[in-house]
T-cell receptor
């Protein structure tokens, strides 16, 4: 079956513009994560969705970042008024959440490479 | 602060060698530990996941071990090949959050020389 897909694969934008990044998780996966990978910072968690529960936004770096997940499937990460320090690879992952003790392998998409000029 | 550390940061070996990558984590209260591979410009590929109750997992030439009490994991690669060249990332899901988000190490960049 299809893996996690993300679009666009690359995005170049000007400082101050808004951008939207899309993630299509693996069908049937109830958990969805956004991570960011930037030079010098490594991979860091941004936001987590689980089913119909309220998302865990504790990793979002500022209020310019927001995300939504419609219908429990596709997710969009929005960055408003982009800054140069937002330049990074944004990775989406999904997992088939089960009860504690069962495997929860996270499967990653190819990422969106964002460059803010 | 809950962290994950990987050493070495980079490793270069001749083809055919067996090698060990190291990962350490600061809190033994974890759900699981996962090893990933990342090729340049690409996303992450999951290699092995070890539940907190397990001691090791094997897949082909890869073997990952977990010692929660010492906060360590190793990834053993047998008979390395040039195609193994990539960055290997270790990541842990700590128990104190309900989100199951991964905390990543900074990775080990592996180069296998033909």
């Amino acid at each position: 079956g299809a893996g996690v897909s993300q679009s666009p694969s690359n995005k170049v934008t000007e400082k101050g513009k808004d951008v939207e990044l899309r993630c299509d998780p693996i069908s049937g996966h109830t958990a969805l994560y956004w991570y960011r990978q930037s030079l010098g910072q490594g991979l860091e968690f941004l936001i987590y969705f689980q089913g119909n529960s309220a998302p865990d936004k504790s990793g979002l770096p500022s209020d310019r970042f927001s995300a939504e997940r419609t219908g429990g499937s596709v997710s969009t990460l929005t960055i408003q008024r982009t800054q140069q320090e937002d330049s990074a690879v944004y990775l989406c992952a999904s997992s088939l959440r089960r009860q504690v003790g069962h495997q929860e392998t996270q499967y990653f998409g190819p990422g969106t490479r964002l460059l803010v000029l | 602060k809950q962290e994950v550390t990987q050493i070495p940061a980079a490793l270069s070996v001749p083809e055919g060698e067996n090698l060990v990558l190291n990962c350490s984590f600061t809190d033994s209260a974890i759900y699981n530990l996962q090893w990933f591979r990342q090729d340049p410009g690409k996303g992450l590929t999951s290699l092995l996941l070890i539940q907190s109750s397990q001691r090791e997992q094997t897949s082909g030439r890869l073997n990952a071990s977990l010692d929660k009490s010492s906060g360590r994991s190793t990834l053993y690669i047998a008979a390395s090949q040039p195609g193994d060249s990539a960055t290997y990332l270790c990541a842990v899901v700590y128990m104190d959050t309900g989100r199951r988000a991964l905390t990543f190490g900074s990775g080990t960049r592996l180069q296998v020389q033909p």
